[in-house]
């Protein structure tokens, strides 16, 4: 006699088919820039993940907030007190917008890569140009925070300590663009030579030391060859590193370098360093579509 068949048992696990608007791709690419923005100032983490992100945003805004408050005091007085010029702020905060980037990047490009979690993504509307586009509009998003923001304070700053807020932005008008094209070549050339060091090193120390060193290795490279070859060939070295956006600044503010810069010594038109910043953002930009093209997922 055959023995009876197992009992069987449906369970409801609330699953429901999703009958909502569909975005498409363009939407799924909205919602990746807008949670890599979240995540790289640790938003929906842990108290932890915040600290350092938001601990350099504040070192970048400390001049401009000083700028604040000498206006603020000297309001009301026939003085022109300006400590900060917009040119100089970058060279102020550049170290933390290396820190900055090279603490993020690895997060928004590491961290799906360790965990296996690029099939999920390409499984969807989303493709892997998408993907790399994404990750760096959002990472370039997050450090204007860092360079155009204290300048828009800093703008202000000035305008305050010079009695008249309306009469200085009518007389200062011209620095407008400088301070947006400034802060948008500089964001996007650290954001894109940090995201693709990280996107090829996925490991969060290892990447994070390796953008630091690339950084800070150039420039020193690039001085230390300026000081002991001849400067006609030694200067190229310079347009491999963050001398680039150096030049760029002192170009569109139209002033001239200190003469113990090594901008001054290369003597190379601004444009030069313009054209070299654009074209490092392109070629990072590509390594890095070319590494999730090719990454197996």
């Not at 925070?145 to 305050?160: E, K, R």
């Not at 009469?167 to 948008?184: K, M, Q, T």
């Not at 569109?252 to 601004?270: E, H, I, K, T």
Request: aromatic fraction near 14%; glycine fraction near 8%; include cysteine.
């Amino acid at each position: 006699m055959s023995e009876p068949a197992a009992a069987s048992s449906i369970y409801d696990l609330g699953y429901r088919h999703y009958d909502g608007p569909r975005t498409g791709r363009w939407g799924t690419f909205a919602t990746l820039y807008t949670s890599s923005v979240r995540t790289a100032f640790g938003f929906g983490r842990r108290t932890s993940s915040k600290i350092i992100p938001f601990t350099l945003a504040v070192f970048a805004f400390i001049p401009a907030f000083i700028q604040v408050g000498i206006g603020a005091i000297t309001s009301g007085l026939d003085a022109d007190i300006e400590f900060f010029e917009h040119e100089d702020y970058f060279g102020y905060v550049q170290i933390v917008l290396v820190l900055f980037c090279a603490a993020v990047a690895p997060e928004l490009v590491g961290r799906d890569q360790r965990n296996r979690m690029l099939s999920l993504y390409f499984s969807r509307a989303l493709s892997r140009v998408d993907y790399a586009l994404a990750r760096f509009a959002a990472l370039t998003s997050v450090m204007l925070v860092l360079t155009l923001g204290p300048q828009a304070l800093l703008y202000i700053g000035n305008g305050m300590a010079a009695d008249d807020l309306s009469g200085y932005v009518a007389d200062r008008w011209d620095l407008v663009f400088p301070i947006l094209g400034g802060s948008i070549l500089v964001s996007a050339m650290i954001a894109s030579v940090g995201l693709v060091l990280a996107s090829y090193i996925p490991r969060r120390a290892y990447a994070t030391a390796v953008i630091v060193g690339v950084f800070v290795l150039t420039y020193t490279l690039a001085t230390i060859l300026m000081e002991t070859l001849d400067t006609t060939v030694a200067r190229y070295a310079l347009l491999l590193s963050p001398a680039v956006w150096d030049g760029t600044i002192y170009w569109l503010f139209r002033v001239d370098a200190p003469s113990d810069d090594v901008v001054s010594d290369a003597s190379f038109p601004g444009w030069v360093y313009f054209v070299a910043g654009v074209v490092t953002i392109a070629v990072a930009l590509g390594l890095t579509v070319r590494r999730f093209q090719r990454i197996q997922a």
